[in-house]
Structure formats: structure tokens, C-alpha cells
């Protein structure tokens, strides 16, 4: 096990009805504030009014940056920084899923810089304080509720960059399962692959002697496998919909990587999919993914015992199988989940044909795929989206 | 899921060396410290020297309070409130165990509060405010280095209480697993029940879908069986003592609990035995855990299914047993693993005969047994008291 420095501060408020519980948390950390959401989805639920209703009885000012995009935009960030400064503005308040957390993230460390936003995203060490940021969480997928990363795309150069900070945890995030019951299938299904990509991510690593990390990663995984397809038939089962909204906040807010690393693999790859194409982010995962683990099976055949017990203790294939018939069934397990859940198994459904792909290639391994569980040049993974077509 | 408040600040510095960022660590919260520490196996490791020294580094003047006993007293607690109240200490901070930690945070609390510290201990709710703590952690048992409680004793009334709040958890707590490496075995040996029993007190629930938690608990259950018993057998062995030392905290720092409760069983009953004949907490656990697990299955048919999820999940017994033989073969692999660590399974061989055996049921029918997984009344404990002989 490495070592490794915990720390997750924020609070959660999860299950039903702690909206009840925003105004307070809201009060105990700022006067003014800036509302960041999507679309119009918080308004057809009601949860939008509830928000301001909240803020409202606690005289809370507030000032709002709508429509931020599903893969949020730099063009967003700056219009949300101008905000927080012209008006003084001293909490930003998420509502919504990753997005617009990711959004309000990079928007609350922009108000207390002096440059232009970009540099944050680009230079993540240029980050030293953020207005504090409560979020109110819509979609089990990025797990932007519980860490201190945002993805943040400028569409005019095809770039797509995470960034970090300290200061970009969340103060309190809410989590009340309810509401991802009007989440579609699509989205919810993309939503469950994201999750289980950012498990594969560091349950994929060669640090030994990461037995904890890697139980918890299974046993989360179980949770997607089993959940996410209750959630795509059933949108309004509750049990699904809190084990989903809960993994995703566990799935990358450190417990797993914690001593283990994370060895990015699948999410570089998919950043140059949604830069070129914005598609979304974890349909281009799923579809990846499975190609990914083949190519990196044939490639590295010392991973087969990981992938071998991947098969045996997440998708619960006989141990007395031969090693690589294991690893081999639960790749194919792990596409016919992601079918099963209704997402698009090849890059030509989702538009993508061939036109962009040494490019996106060339870019995809200059972000860090060096240190990936198996390390990937240009041309891994080019033959991997290759095999994705 | 249960609604919940997910809350955990403790920062962990886990690893080898962490210790150099000790002094760092305390002068971020305090510039007058009271060192809390038990016997001399920290002089004698070499430890002692090491915190003094990076205090000394940052100027921080130390007082102390030392040899603080295996069921930490309350007149501990008292001396420890005075040194801070008579020299202005403003943090605490403990090295060593359980017992030290929780020591310290009552110490904390009690500086901070006018009347006999006895008053935080059973009244919890008085706990508004506390001394800054840091911990340096030596045994991996209580999981006191990140949470917000802590058990006292008072000898002279045979009472044992445990007590909790926010203000308790620790700042900052080093985990550095090489400072287990001298824990001897019988103390590794019963550090491993009491973290196992902490798993099975959250493990046996009954709230409906707390899957995430069950995974996550059977996770750390194989984490003490595969590593306490190599701890135990080869003492040095790093990746062993680094997954108990992190299973320890992880297995009440909340993380399993949150969504799913706490349904206390062994732990009340076995407080009893610590507070009428200071035995080790871990080993009373253990002697009680199988006794208990059979009595809660004959009593109440329906936990079958529970019991028989922990034995495939947890011991690989087979699926397609009858799930009652599944049921009772993962108790009889429970006692066998206590025993192949080296702990007694019986009261009598720690010295415990059948003299108190009524006045300490009927005590600990009174701690809360009624909330417990099986609700438990005074017969019920005296029968598993009399079966644990």
C-alpha cells in the first residue's frame, strides 16, 4: 500500500427531504450567492423552487448562471466568475448533476483569481482558494459531489482538461436519491458506466498489497451491475436509485484510490471523444472500455490475475476455470451489461467515424497514458479506438 | 438506506514516515500541547523521542500525561483536565492505542467544560466543545483515531461507558503501520476481533437496502482473516499491518455505518466484562461473538439469510448448501479463526467465572441491548454469558 493523505471534508446530507436543510447549510458559509444549473430539468421538478424557496427564507440574495452544458464550457465559467465579481458574491450553490458542479467548481476558484479562468484549468496548481461551494446533486455519475476535480471543455480548440484543487471540495452536497427519479434511461445508464469507469480506473493498478481498496472497488461495482439495471427498468425504486447515487459519490471521492493511485486509462481516451464530438461522456466510456481491457489482456498477459478476479469476484465466474478464459468472460460480461443497460456498443452509433481519430489519438496519449495500467503511445490507442468503431 | 450525515474531517496521514509531519500538523491547531500516552512501549520503540523532538522543532511546549491504563479511568481523564486547565494547554495530543485516544478526547472535551469530566461520559450531550486533538496511532483496534468516541471506566462503580461527539473526532491522525510492527501477538490477536466485531455490530442490520455497506463490511471481514492472521505469524510483514491498520479505522469511522445504523450487540455485553475484571476488550469480543451469533440464530430464524450471505461472501462457503448448515458453518469458521490467532474462547480460561455473571446481565441489558440486531434482555444476555463459560 503507498502512502497517502485522507481527506474528505465534505459534508453529505443523503436520503429524502434534506432540501429541507439547504438555507441553513448555505447560511453557515456565505450571504451571497450564485445558483449554477443546466437546463430547464430542476424547474419541471420543482426542485428549483424548492432551492430558492430555501435561500429566500434565509435572505440569501442569489444570482443565477443557467445552462450550463453537459460537457460545461469555459464560455460558462467565465460568465459565472463575472457574476460572483460584479455582484459580491460569496457562496456558489450547485444544483444539478457533474456538469454543473464541475461548472460552479472552476467558477468558485475563478472569482478569487485574478486571471482568466483557463489558467485553472490548464494550471491547476494556480488554484489556491475558492468561494465555498454547496452542491445539490441531480445525477449518479461524476462523483463531482464529493472531491475537488472539475472537466472543463473550450469547444473552440477541441480541448477537454481536468483540474483539482483542494479548495474545490464541496462545504455540503445533498444527495436525496429522489431526485434522479426523473433522470431518463439513457442517462442514467451512461451515468452507472461513469461510475464504473472511475472504479476500473484504480481498481486497474499494480500497487500491492491494495486489498482493501480493491474489495470496496468490487463491491461497488456489484452495486452498479446490480442497481443500474434495477434503475433503468424501475426509475422510481429507491433502493436503486440511493445504492447508485451513493457508489458514484464513493467511486472517486478517494476512499478507493487512497493508497492505490489512480491509473487513468479509459478517461483520457473518452476526454478526446466528448472534446470532438460531445458525445456523451459515459456512453464513450462504455464503448471504450471493453476494448480497452482486450487490448490490454493481450498486450500485458501479467493482467490476467486482475482481470481474472475482476470475473470471479465481481461477476461471480467459477474459479476453476483456466485464468484467461476467466479474464476473457467477464470483458465480454462487461460489454453485455452496458448492452444489456441499453448504451451503443461502437463509436459509428454515436457518430464518430474515422475522420478524427489520429488526431484525438495523438492528444489522448499526451494526457499522462504513460502512467496508465498499461501504459498507452499514440498508436495503443489508436488501435483501441480503432477496435471501438 | 436510511437518511444519514455523512461527516468525517479527521485528516489521516498514513504511511511509512508520516511522523516527520507531526510538528507541522500541531502548530496548525495549537501552540501549548498535552501529551497523552500509556505505558513505555513508545519510550522503548524509539516513538516517544521522535514526537518530542518535532514538537521541540516547532516551539511547542509539551505536558504530560502518561501511563494511562488498557480501559483508560476516568481519574486519567481528571489528571489530564487539569494539566490542561493549571498550563493553558490548547491541543491535545495522544500516542499510542485505543485507550490513549480515547483518553485524550475526554481529556479535550473536559478542558473545555466547568464541571467533573464523569459528565461527558454519561451525558454525551454536554460534549460542546473540545481542545484541538491529534493522534499518532500504535495498535490497530478501536478505530478511536477517526471518529468522535470514546469508552471510559470508572472501577469503583464496576461502569464502563462509552461516549461520542462531533467536537471529539481528531484534526489530524498519523497512521504509520510500522509502529504495529511491536504490537505482540496476543494484542495484534485481539486488535483484529474488536475491528471485526466493530464490522459485525453495523454487518448485522436490518435495514433494508444497505447493499453498498454489506459489501463494503464483508470486504474489511476478509481483510482482518487474510491479514491477522499474517500479522500475527509474522509480525514485520508491512502490507499486513498497513490493510488492518486502515480496516481499523475504515471499520467505524462511519463509512459503514452511515445509511445503515449501528445495532450494538457484543460490545455491551462485553463492556461488562472490562469494567468487572479489566479484561483486553478484543478478547472478550471474540469470546462472546460466536456465542452470540448462535444464540441470535436460534432465537430468530429469519436472520438465517444474513448469516448465510456472510458465510459464501465472507468464508467461500459454498452457495449451494442448505442455508442453515451455510449459517452455522460460517459461526464454527468464526470461533476457529479466533482460535487459530491465539484467543481464548472461553470466560474462564480469562479468569471470568459465574460470581457476576447476574449483575453484569442485567447491566448490560440496560446499555441500549434492546436496539440491538436481536433485541437482547437480561435473560438473553446471561444465557449467551452462561454458553460463553
Given at each position: 500500500m503507498n502512502n497517502f493523505e485522507y481527506y474528505i471534508p465534505t459534508k453529505v446530507l443523503f436520503g429524502?427531504?434534506?432540501?429541507?436543510?439547504l438555507g441553513e447549510a448555505v447560511s453557515l458559509y456565505g450571504t451571497r450567492a450564485l445558483l449554477v444549473y443546466g437546463g430547464g430539468s430542476i424547474k419541471r421538478t420543482g426542485l428549483y423552487d424548492k432551492v430558492l424557496a430555501q435561500l429566500k427564507e434565509n435572505n440569501i440574495p442569489v444570482f443565477e448562471l443557467s445552462g450550463v452544458e453537459p460537457n460545461p464550457k469555459i464560455e460558462s465559467v467565465r460568465e459565472g466568475v463575472r457574476l460572483c465579481k460584479e455582484n459580491n458574491v460569496d457562496i456558489v450553490l450547485a444544483v444539478g448533476g457533474g456538469s454543473s458542479i464541475d461548472c460552479a467548481k472552476v467558477v468558485a476558484a475563478g472569482a478569487c483569481y485574478?486571471?482568466?479562468a483557463w489558467d485553472l484549468v490548464i494550471h491547476p496548481e494556480k488554484i489556491k482558494r475558492a468561494l465555498p461551494l454547496v452542491t445539490v446533486l441531480t445525477?449518479?455519475?461524476?462523483?463531482?459531489?464529493?472531491?475537488?476535480n472539475a472537466v472543463i471543455s473550450d469547444m473552440s480548440k477541441n480541448d477537454k482538461f481536468g483540474t483539482a484543487g483542494?479548495?474545490?471540495?464541496?462545504?455540503v452536497s445533498i444527495l436525496d436519491p429522489e431526485y434522479t427519479y426523473s433522470v431518463p434511461k439513457n442517462q442514467t445508464a451512461a451515468g452507472t458506466a461513469d461510475i464504473m469507469s472511475h472504479i476500473f480506473e484504480v481498481y486497474f493498478n499494480r500497487v500491492p498489497g491494495t486489498f482493501i481498496q480493491a474489495r470496496f472497488a468490487e463491491g461497488l461495482l456489484k452495486t452498479c451491475i446490480k442497481y443500474g439495471k434495477i434503475a433503468v427498468n424501475d426509475p422510481h425504486n429507491y433502493e436503486a436509485r440511493a445504492n447508485l447515487m451513493w457508489a458514484s459519490s464513493l467511486a472517486i471521492n478517494g476512499i478507493l484510490s487512497y493508497g492505490a493511485g489512480v491509473a487513468w486509462s479509459a478517461h483520457p481516451m473518452e476526454h478526446e471523444l466528448s472534446a470532438f464530438y460531445d458525445i456523451t461522456h459515459g456512453v464513450g466510456l462504455a464503448i471504450l472500455t471493453p476494448n480497452w481491457m482486450t487490448y490490454v489482456l493481450e498486450h500485458d498477459k501479467s493482467t490476467v490475475d486482475r482481470f481474472a478476479e475482476y470475473g470471479i469476484n465481481v461477476w461471480g465466474i467459477r474459479e476453476d476455470l483456466d485464468k484467461m478464459e476467466i479474464a476473457k468472460q467477464a470483458i465480454q460480461k462487461t460489454r453485455d451489461f452496458f448492452t444489456e443497460i441499453g448504451i451503443p456498443s461502437t463509436l459509428r452509433e454515436v457518430g464518430?467515424?474515422?475522420?478524427n481519430l489520429e488526431i484525438m489519438a495523438k492528444k489522448a496519449a499526451s494526457m499522462g497514458l504513460e502512467n496508465a495500467y498499461y501504459p498507452l503511445d499514440e498508436k495503443d490507442v489508436l488501435a483501441i479506438y480503432k477496435a471501438s468503431l
Open positions: 429524502k427531504g434534506q432540501i429541507a436543510r485574478d486571471g482568466d445525477l449518479a455519475a461524476t462523483g463531482s459531489e464529493m472531491n475537488g483542494l479548495a474545490l471540495k464541496p462545504k464518430i467515424g474515422e475522420e
